[in-house]
């Protein structure tokens, strides 16, 4: 590799960064990344901080799980390649769809399709949902429903249900026939309605009403986040998942459940649905899978749409969608290793536990500090909203998080900044003392808000 001048010189140069805009880059650069270990990374000038991002959302093993490291090892040396396309499949890709089952076998899931990573994991189940249909001779439902603020990733499908206007902006128009109703957020509601079970009762009632006025038999599928992740943080009620599930038991509507972020134990179960025992109809995945160590990602099946598939007589069964890399051999065999360790280490115990100390320390944050408008989270997600009033809850200005985001760096954290919103989602391996230093950074963060 090239020194590390070079890197410099070059940094924000020739690429283009995800999620930002190339000239704001080009002069503010970002911070490189060099190592990491356990959860800590280092940086291009030698500061190591505590990764309070978890990579994004993802490396929920931390930075050396040898493990994994040496799985991806082998399995470059045995076959670093092969297809999964019709006429030809490998080892990993078998053993993995075989756990995958087992993982999540209370939630339903029978069959694997796999992916490079969560948008492709969302693409696949939008377009299976509709296929589904087509097989059993209801071509009309084609449309779907999801929530304002989730967030589904960036293919054309995954941007056209998401709930955000700044994905989705720039690269209208979108694909017709997708619809959202509002989000059980209690901080900000269009019901201005703070209480979870009442707000819950609200949105989904917005669901059945939506549904009315689209015509049941127009529509495909819902789709949605257990808990709404990248939208910030938003943990609805626990009552609320399952009421989705029972209006769309009644309208035959296909659940999807987008577990890119809450599968594999973030939110202290292993995965969002089973927190409220909820069996969707598709479930998606990525990230924590092989947590981070290689793109990999799957759309999850239920009993019910495979025996539609597995069944067919009609000429609509046959997919004709995948991805070069779907099974990709060197993917699952990291997913096959990370699954394990993720087990072995009872990381979704770990979660919970971890999750319970940050929630109390975010709290007294709150208390503290009065540009904290509102905390909340499930698990290691968690997210705390920045305003510089709390009465009229007007978000701060991007200066101002950015202020408190470098405050915290300088502090040994590494913070997420997302609009007016701090976002927590640290590796799974953390300690109680991991959790006081994210707490410390945030509360020298949040010094320098005001
Ligand atoms: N769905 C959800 C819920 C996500 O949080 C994300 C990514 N943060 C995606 C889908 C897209 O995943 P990817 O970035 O791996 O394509």
Not at 207 to 227: L, R, S
Not at 382 to 399: Q, Y
Request: with cysteine; charged share 20%.
């Amino acid at each position: 590799m090239r020194d590390i001048n070079f890197l410099s010189e070059n940094n924000a140069k020739p690429i283009w960064h995800p999620m930002a805009h190339p000239a704001e880059m080009r002069a503010s650069p970002p911070r490189v990344i060099m190592q990491g270990e356990g959860a800590m990374v280092t940086d291009i000038d030698g500061r190591t901080v505590l990764d309070a991002v978890g990579g994004l959302w993802n490396v929920n093993l931390g930075y050396s799980c040898d493990p994994i490291k040496q799985a991806i090892a082998r399995q470059l040396d045995a076959l670093p390649y092969y297809s999964g396309f019709r006429g030809t499949s490998t080892g990993p890709s078998i053993e993995l769809a075989y756990e995958l089952a087992q993982w999540f076998e209370p939630e339903g899931m029978v069959r694997s399709f796999f992916t490079s990573g969560g948008s492709d994991s969302v693409e696949t189940a939008l377009r299976l949902a509709r296929q589904y249909w087509k097989i059993r001779g209801q071509a009309d439902r084609t449309k779907f429903l999801a929530l304002k603020k989730g967030y589904h990733g960036t293919h054309f499908g995954g941007a056209s249900v998401n709930g955000n206007a700044n994905f989705r902006r720039n690269y209208e128009p979108l694909m017709p026939g997708v619809f959202h109703t509002p989000a059980p957020w209690t901080y900000r509601n269009p019901f201005d309605e703070t209480d979870p079970a009442k707000l819950a009762a609200l949105c989904a009632r917005a669901i059945e009403e939506e549904i009315a006025f689209q015509g049941a038999d127009t529509i495909a599928a819902f789709i949605m986040e257990p808990i709404l992740g990248a939208g910030g943080v938003i943990v609805p009620h626990e009552g609320f998942m399952p009421l989705v599930r029972d209006i769309c038991d009644r309208h035959e509507i296909l659940l999807i459940a987008d577990e890119v972020v809450t599968g594999f134990g973030r939110t202290g179960a292993w995965s969002g649905s089973r927190l409220t025992g909820v069996k969707p109809d598709f479930m998606t995945i990525a990230k924590a899978i092989t947590s981070g160590y290689f793109p990999l990602g799957a759309t999850l099946i239920s009993a019910k749409v495979a025996e539609v598939f597995e069944a067919d007589k009609t000429s609509f069964g046959a997919i004709g969608h995948g991805y070069t890399y779907s099974g990709h051999p060197v993917g699952c065999a990291a997913g096959l290793a990370a699954l394990a360790e993720t087990k072995r280490l009872a990381l979704n115990e770990n979660a919970a536990a971890r999750g319970a100390e940050l929630a109390t320390a975010l709290e007294a944050l709150k208390t503290k500090h009065a540009a904290v408008g509102d905390v909340r989270g499930k698990g290691l997600m968690a997210a705390l909203e920045i305003v510089a009033d709390r009465a009229t809850k007007r978000p701060v200005d991007k200066k101002t998080m950015a202020r408190i985001a470098d405050a915290a760096y300088d502090a040994g954290v590494m913070l997420r900044v997302s609009g007016n919103m701090i976002i927590l989602s640290p590796p799974l391996i953390v300690t109680a003392k991991d959790i006081a230093t994210i707490a410390e950074g945030l509360d020298a963060g949040l010094a320098a808000a005001g």
